[in-house]
Each structure stands twice: as structure tokens, then as C-alpha cells.
């Protein structure tokens, strides 16, 4: 009987996902049960996961694999833990189990902020450009093709469509907000010194995540109503509360007094967010996003 553990790479953003296998190779009669590797995660999430299936390798031994897609939610130097599979004779009348425990994997999670940050400046803004005097109209008909385009396969989309009923799409609030902070790190605004639309940004994902979980309507309000409106609501711990109202004073200071916030302020905004919506998410609580994917599929067709 044997077991691998793999990772596909041991150092990695926090922008990426890590492939993790599992494998267990036992002799025939014997049955193995992999760990739940959910149950021992702390510092990664699964994204998606996947029962590779059985297979007998040149020894006729039955090999087990099973694949997960994680991903960190901070950054530092995180361990994968050590996993402890079961075996069993399933040709035995007794009741005894096997054990084999692997070793603990070192990840390297780095920051969204790379090493240029203390180099990053504001860029000043431009003076007026003049509009130039010549004009070339192909784009204006290329634009038109393209929206005409566009519009024959919306119709014809839309026709076969009729009749059939619509699938709903639903997805947790969670979900949806891990797509969007996976979204604005792949803008890289903090490398290019758009630290305000970085908070901006942040702060509306957060926002649109208290909405969706927890039926506040924090978008729309002020950082002060809806504080109260929180705390009214009492969904939330006091301390949690605290640490929210910290994390958006400080985006007001950010996005309207122009405060300068330090690499160690970002990563903690960035840390604070995603934190959050780890240990508040719920598979219960979704949301209707039929509109949202069907966005999504015009603007393919579109480009």
C-alpha cells in the first residue's frame, strides 16, 4: 500500500490556484478511503474538485486518484496538511483499519502587490489633447458591421430560445464575490498606480457581498447608515462590526480624502475582504444570476 500527495507548484499568487492529487495504490482485496480534504483545509478553499476514478496499474493493484483546484486566501508561506488515508481488508471478517500519513506541504503565497509598489506614483493628469482635423471613417462602418453583426446573432439566438424554458442560474454570494476580487487583481490597478479605483472597486465587491448574504441593502447607503442599518440587524458579532467599520472608514479616506495608504494597508484591505467572506459564506443563501452569465455570453459573441 502507498500514497502520494502532489501539488503542481509550491510557490504561487495570491491570484492563483494550486493543483492538489491525492493518490492511493493498494494490492487487490484491499480497499482504501481517501481523506476528507475539506475537513482539514485552513488557509485554502476549494474551487472545484474531481474523483479521477480506479485504475489498475502493471501490478494489477488498484490506484485511487482524486484532484482539487484550491486557493489561497492570504498571502505568507502556508502548509498544506499532512492527510491520513485508510485501509481496509474487505476480505477479512475482522474490523481492522490500516492507516498511512503523509507529510505537510509548504505553499509560498505571495501578495497581489508584487515588489514594485514603493516605486509606484500617481500618474499626473494630461493636458488637453487636440482632436486631429482629418477624419478616417472605416471604424464607424467597422462598428456598425460589428453592432449589426451582434444584433442578427442576439435575433437568432433569442428565436430558438422561444418556446424553451429558461434555466435559472444560481450561484452563492460568495462565489460570486471571489469571481470579482479574482477580477480586480487581474487589472493589476494597485501596480499601476490606480490605488483609488483599487479601493473603489474592493469596497463595492464588499458592499454587493453584505447585500447578497445577508439581505442589507449596503450599496445604495453611507458608510454611516449602513453601519447602523448592521448593527440594527444584528447579523453579525460585535467585533466583526468593528472590524468592518474600520475597513470602510478606512476606503472613505482612501476614495475621498485622498489618503495615501501604505503596501501594508492594501494587503490588509485585500486580506480583511476575502477573510470575511470565507467565514461568513453560505451554500444556502443564492442568488439569482441568469441575467448576469446571459451578459456574459453576448459580450463572447460580441468580441
Not at 72 to 89: E, K, R, V, W
Request: contains cysteine; proline residues 3%; hydrophobic residues 40%.
Amino acid at each position: 500500500m502507498t500514497v502520494h500527495v502532489r501539488v503542481d507548484k509550491a510557490k504561487a499568487t495570491i491570484a492563483e490556484t494550486i493543483l492538489l492529487e491525492l493518490e492511493a495504490t493498494v494490492e487487490p482485496g484491499f480497499e482504501a478511503q481517501m481523506p476528507k480534504v475539506d475537513k482539514v483545509l485552513e488557509n485554502f478553499g476549494i474551487v472545484e474538485w474531481d474523483n479521477l476514478g480506479d485504475k489498475l496499474d502493471e501490478n494489477n493493484n488498484v490506484v485511487s486518484r482524486y484532484r482539487y483546484r484550491l486557493e489561497p486566501f492570504l498571502s505568507g508561506t502556508f502548509a498544506i496538511p499532512a492527510f491520513t488515508f485508510q485501509f481496509t481488508d474487505v476480505n477479512s471478517q475482522e474490523e481492522k483499519t490500516h492507516e498511512l500519513t503523509t507529510e505537510p506541504i509548504n505553499i509560498e503565497v505571495t501578495s497581489l502587490l508584487g515588489e514594485q509598489r514603493a516605486e509606484l506614483k500617481i500618474a499626473d493628469i494630461e493636458g488637453v489633447v487636440n482632436v486631429p482635423t482629418k477624419s478616417s471613417y472605416w471604424w464607424i462602418w467597422l462598428l456598425i458591421l460589428s453592432g449589426t453583426i451582434a444584433a442578427v446573432i442576439f435575433w437568432f439566438h433569442r428565436r430558438s430560445q422561444q418556446g424553451r424554458e429558461l434555466v435559472r442560474i444560481f450561484k452563492p454570494a460568495h462565489e460570486i464575490a471571489y469571481e470579482r476580487l479574482r477580477s480586480l487583481i487581474e487589472q493589476d490597478l494597485v501596480k499601476t498606480g490606480k490605488i483609488k479605483e483599487f479601493y473603489e472597486r474592493i469596497s463595492d465587491i464588499f458592499r454587493h457581498y453584505i447585500e447578497h448574504r445577508f439581505n442589507l441593502k449596503a450599496p445604495e447607503r453611507t458608510t454611516e447608515e449602513f453601519l447602523a442599518e448592521l448593527s440594527s440587524a444584528n447579523v453579525l458579532a460585535k467585533q466583526d462590526r468593528e472590524h468592518l467599520a474600520e475597513f470602510l472608514q478606512h476606503c472613505d479616506l482612501v476614495k475621498f480624502a485622498k489618503y495615501d495608504p501604505t503596501t501594508e494597508q492594501i494587503q490588509k484591505t485585500f486580506d480583511l475582504v476575502k477573510d470575511f467572506i470565507e467565514t461568513t459564506k453560505s451554500d444556502e443563501k443564492k442568488i439569482d444570476v441568469t441575467e448576469i452569465e446571459s451578459e456574459k455570453v453576448m459580450e463572447v459573441v460580441s468580441a
